[in-house]
């Protein structure tokens, strides 16, 4: 048995209406609704959570939301709190998307409480970290990651270990169309699991999926998913159309 379930996350952005959203999943849960080798989440706008719910009733289909904030309630307007997206029966949460980090200006520290609130109310946190162009041509790649997974799980403890999900999503290859080569590629995904190792040891590390994000398409997402850390991918552009998506579920349901 495969030590890790492959993991094939949509992330929808600021893209769909709710209308566009239920004709979406509706093609992808009677294409793959009943696929279980490969867990599929897809990450719609707040606005269309629940109406995408209600199209997963019945289907393996996961539901992820694409932000919240770590208080649980109050006077912070324009935003929602982790009990708000359980009860609309989304298990995963995107959390410092590079997008959130650049534009919203989110701190390590914010997005750690984030982390902490998220898997306090058992949303499993997908965590997404990565460099910048200028930090990669720098020679800073490994030296940022380093701090962002450190800082980002900053008090996860061991028995929520599992329940967190990376995503390596370097900077450059994001709507880009500029992906990373698989060696490139590869070697952070194993610098990270070498960090999730000293964070919480080599058996809980190797149960961490650590996905893969920045223009992965069904043409680059064999070689990648067939890497030996690579354990899924975070998918933008490529999700927001049933053929593209699908493909993708099936690249990472053939990898063995
Ligand atoms: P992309 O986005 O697949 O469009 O590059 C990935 C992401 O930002 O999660």
């Not at 094939?8 to 696929?35: P, Q, Y």
């Not at 720098?138 to 962002?148: D, I, M, P």
């Not at 961490?208 to 975070?234: C, F, H, T, W």
């Amino acid at each position: 048995m495969l030590l890790r379930k492959k993991l094939i996350a949509g992330n929808w952005k600021m893209n769909k209406t709710s209308a566009d959203a239920v004709s979406l999943v509706k093609e992808i849960v009677a294409a793959v609704g009943k696929v279980h080798d490969v867990e599929v989440v897809v990450c719609p706008p707040f606005t269309c959570l629940e109406s995408v719910a209600r199209m997963l009733e019945g289907s393996a289909l996961k539901l992820g939301a694409q932000n919240m904030h770590p208080e649980p309630g109050g006077a912070y307007t324009g935003e929602v709190s982790a009990a708000m997206l359980r009860a609309l029966f989304a298990s995963y949460v995107i959390l410092g998307h590079s997008e959130r980090r650049t534009y919203f200006k989110e701190t390590d520290a914010f997005i750690n409480q984030k982390v902490l609130a998220a898997l306090k109310s058992q949303l499993k946190p997908i965590l997404c970290v990565g460099e910048t162009l200028q930090e990669r041509e720098s020679g800073a790649t490994l030296k940022v990651v380093q701090t962002q997974v450190e800082q980002d799980l900053d008090g996860v403890g061991k028995d929520l270990a599992t329940n967190v999900v990376i995503a390596y999503e370097p900077v450059w290859a994001i709507g880009t169309g500029r992906v990373a080569t698989t060696e490139q590629a590869q070697e952070v995904h194993a610098f990270i699991r070498s960090l999730l190792t000293k964070l919480f040891g080599e058996t809980l590390a190797q149960k961490v999926r650590i996905l893969y994000g920045g223009s992965m398409k069904p043409a680059n997402a064999p070689e990648l998913l067939a890497q030996k850390d690579i354990d899924g991918g975070l998918i933008g552009g490529a999700s927001l159309e049933s053929r593209s998506f699908l493909e993708l579920i099936n690249a990472a349901a053939a990898v063995r």
